[in-house]
């Protein structure tokens, strides 16, 4: 019998009798696995009345898989033979079967603790380890030192950032200003002097202090009559809000 079939009849997990073939070092060879596979297939295609029967009045209380245990036959095979006769399974069943599958709080893996070769086949691991991150890999899109990548801030401005080294990353503005053109505190703020964010050559770059920068980017740069205006409108917009809510 196949590794599925001694599972279905012990009603164990495929793990659980692969497990005790290698706890029990035992092998079947090529020419005996095909005649074993030949067997099961010409026996899934013959569905006996006592079959039908078993399925019909146990399909509602057992799910699918433990259905194909005790047939002695796969879970898509009852799958296949349940759409055939149209038997089909309410949706609170399906719910209430769900929440039973889940992983309960405090559960334990049935393998904690337990080395990799008791619990998986050499064939297993080797195909698990050949998927595994080696030391010292790095993702496809990992940037080299230099390269240039676009982000936009919170208001949706896009500007142009350079990598330093790994995980240090500098608005490329401040970078050229400061290896091309004079010292940069961290206080201060590097301007486009045309607006264009995506324009970094040195002479198109200024330096004023932070406070500078918000006098520009606010109202107060229109001059006072102006401010006012605007500060005059900001009020009454939110007065008019408020009234209409």
């Known amino acids: 019998m196949s590794v599925s079939t001694l599972s279905r009849k012990l009603n164990k997990s495929r793990t659980y009798v692969r497990n005790r073939f290698l706890k029990y070092k035992l092998q079947v060879s090529e020419q005996q696995q095909k005649r074993i596979l030949a067997q099961e297939r010409e026996h899934r295609s013959k569905w006996t009345p006592q079959m039908i029967q078993y399925l019909k009045q146990n399909y509602l209380e057992l799910p699918q898989k433990t ?3 005790h ?21 609170e069943i399906k719910d209430q079967r769900k929440q039973q599958s889940y992983f309960k709080k405090g559960h334990i893996s049935h393998n904690k603790g337990v ?13 698990i380890q050949a998927t595994q991150f080696k030391k010292g890999n790095k993702p496809h899109n990992t940037k080299h030192n230099g390269a ?3 982000r936009p801030d919170n208001t949706g401005k896009t500007y142009l950032y350079i990598r ?11 970078h050229v200003y400061r290896t091309q053109v004079g010292p940069l505190q961290d206080d201060e703020v590097v301007r486009f002097i045309d607006g264009n964010t995506y324009n970094c050559k040195p002479e198109n770059l200024e330096k004023v202090s932070q406070k500078e920068n918000m006098l520009r980017n606010s109202i107060n740069r229109y001059g006072p009559e102006m401010a006012k205006a605007q500060r005059t409108l900001a009020k009454l917009k939110k007065h008019l809000h408020h009234e209409e809510t």
């Not at 036959?73 to 089909?88: E, T």
């Not at 330093?164 to 401040?174: A, D, F």
């Open 67 to 69: 259905l194909a245990r």
């Open 164 to 174: 330093i080294s790994k995980s240090n990353w500098e608005l490329l503005q401040r």
């Open 115 to 127: 080395p990799m070769d008791q619990w998986i086949s050499p064939e297993g691991k080797k195909a």
């Open 148 to 150: 240039i990548v676009e």
């Open 71 to 91: 047939i002695g036959i796969s879970a898509p095979a009852v799958g296949n033979k349940m759409k055939q006769l149209n038997l089909h399974i309410p949706q």
